[in-house]
């Protein structure tokens, strides 16, 4: 069974940045989008970041300008680079991608991020 495996979350100040990255343990075909989500403590999960087999991204008012998520289908990955990172920030982040060709959602099993002030 596939498995996405997400590196690169830790502690930084306030302003600071990380990049996490996310990579399938085998290759996924068809794929139609990836992205991420993050869950705070005490909160629902919710939608960071989304890029198409196109190209094409969306991204959470929150984070607007401030993250950039990027992907390569060809490797099975996807990227989340966070700048002027806040506190607010801190939560579990997770990578996902869907395939349009099997049906299938893939999760990561998520990676801390977190930001003192």
């Known amino acids: 069974q596939v498995q996405l495996v997400e590196s690169g979350g830790g502690l930084v100040e306030s302003g600071g940045s990380l990049r996490l990255s996310c990579a399938a343990s085998a290759s996924i075909s068809g794929i139609h989008v990836m992205g991420w989500h993050r869950q705070a403590p005490g909160k629902q999960r919710e939608l960071v970041a989304t890029?198409?087999?196109?190209?094409?991204?969306n991204y959470a008012d929150y984070v607007k300008g401030r993250f950039t998520v990027s992907g390569d289908t060809a490797k099975s990955a996807v990227y989340l680079q966070m700048n002027s990172l806040k506190p607010e920030d801190t939560a579990e982040y997770y990578c996902?991608?869907?395939?349009?060709?099997?049906?299938?959602?893939?999760w990561g099993q998520g990676t801390q991020v977190t930001v003192s002030a």
């Open positions: 996902y991608i869907y395939s349009w060709r099997t049906g299938s959602e893939y």
């Open positions: 890029i198409g087999s196109g190209g094409v991204t």
